[in-house]
Nanobody
Framework: QVQLVESGGGLVQAGGSLRLSCAVS????????VNWYRQAPGKQRELVAT???????TYADSARGRFTISRDNAKNTVYLQMNSLKPEDTAVYYC?????WGPGTQVTVSS
């Protein structure tokens, strides 16, 4: 059974940075695509970034140029480096591997 646990969220001022981590257990991690999603209050969950097994990355328009997704297969961990944060980035951030989701980590950006 796959388990994912996010960490690294918190409160930051606009323009600041955070690095989220997603630790994965119970899976052959290196062969799978991993996604980061976010859900703001009253809004639908949206895809933020994706990384393939080969390291190819894609981003939502809102994240491109500010966020960087990466993976460390030796540590079964995916990261989301978030720079130049804006208040509209406030959300719960989730990672996903196939049909499994983590519980999420809260990111709050103050203006």
């Amino acid at each position: 059974q796959v388990q994912l646990v996010e960490s690294g969220g918190g409160l930051v001022q606009a323009g600041g940075s955070l690095r989220l981590s997603c630790a994965v257990s119970g899976s052959i991690f290196s062969i799978y695509v991993v996604n980061w999603y976010r859900q703001a209050p009253g809004k639908q969950r949206e895809l933020v970034a994706t990384i393939t097994s080969g390291g190819t990355t894609t981003y939502a328009d809102s994240a491109r140029g500010r966020f960087t997704i990466s993976r460390d297969n030796a540590k079964n961990t995916v990261y989301l480096q978030m720079n130049s944060l804006k208040p509209e980035d406030t959300a719960v951030y989730y990672c996903r591997l196939r049909h499994s989701w983590g519980p999420g980590t809260q990111v709050t950006v103050s203006s």
